[in-house]
């Protein structure tokens, strides 16, 4: 149980486009998905969190015009990086945990190559 | 301010030793997480611990939640090739559903 998937797990695409990234929670709802980006060899920079139905919470110096968050049902989030350049470069990886628990499970992550 | 500290940050050892990695922090927390990642991966829930002196063991390794819930530590015996990879602690607080995550710990056993 408790399994997340993301699509696409790679893509690369030029400079001013966007690029939408799916967060799926398969056997469970998820009250809450977060969204986090990780650079080489380092931890989890946690970028968003957002709750089913409502708008999302950015943190601090999280572009959220650039960064845009849906989290229209209880199993999917998605996250458009809009007009996307190279330093948007990363591997973006979501999670998703159900109601009244602490414990995330993570998707396997999506490599964002920017052109 | 990293508000839980990991350490070490990187760890090299001949497969077959033993090795515990420590995360600390000043802060309480209401649950503590570990997980493990490998390169191009996303991470892998290992463990949850809940109550204040809590001992969990997955095969090789062993996890710790500090009496006052403060601090964790992992500890692998045995170590093999295949542990390899990046652990992460992460802490959750009472008052909210964020995760607190340590800034790692890579691994790598050689055989």
């Known amino acids: 149980g408790a399994v997340v998937s993301q699509h696409p797990s790679w893509v690369i695409c030029k400079s001013g486009t966007s690029v939408k990234i799916e967060c799926r929670s398969l056997?469970?709802?998820?009250?809450?998905m977060f969204w986090y980006r990780q650079f080489p060899k380092q931890s989890l920079m946690l970028m968003a969190t957002s709750n089913e139905g409502s708008k999302a919470t950015y943190e601090q110096g999280v572009e959220k015009d650039k960064f845009l968050i849906n989290h229209a049902s209880l199993t999917l989030s998605t996250l458009t990086v809009t007009s996307a350049h190279p330093e948007d470069s990363s591997f973006y990886i979501c999670?998703?945990?159900?109601?009244?628990?602490?414990?995330?499970?993570f998707g396997p992550g999506t490599r964002l190559t920017v052109l | 301010t990293q508000l839980l500290e990991q350490s070490p940050q990187f760890l090299s050892i001949q497969e077959g030793e033993n090795l515990t990695v420590y995360c600390n922090s000043s802060s309480v927390f209401s649950s503590l997480q570990w997980y493990r990642q490998e390169p191009g991966e996303g991470p892998v829930l290992l463990v949850t611990v809940v109550t204040g002196g809590e001992v969990k063991k997955l095969k090789r390794l062993t996890f710790q939640f500090g009496d006052a819930r403060k601090d964790s530590s992992l500890h692998i015996t045995a170590a093999q090739p295949g542990d390899t990879g990046l652990y992460l602690c992460?802490?959750?607080?009472?008052?909210?559903?964020?995760?607190?995550f340590g800034a790692g710990t890579i691994l790598r056993v050689k055989s």
């Open positions: 056997d469970f709802q998820a009250t809450t």
């Open positions: 999670s998703a945990s159900s109601q009244n628990t602490d414990t995330q499970y």
């Open positions: 992460a802490g959750a607080f009472s008052n909210g559903n964020k995760l607190v």
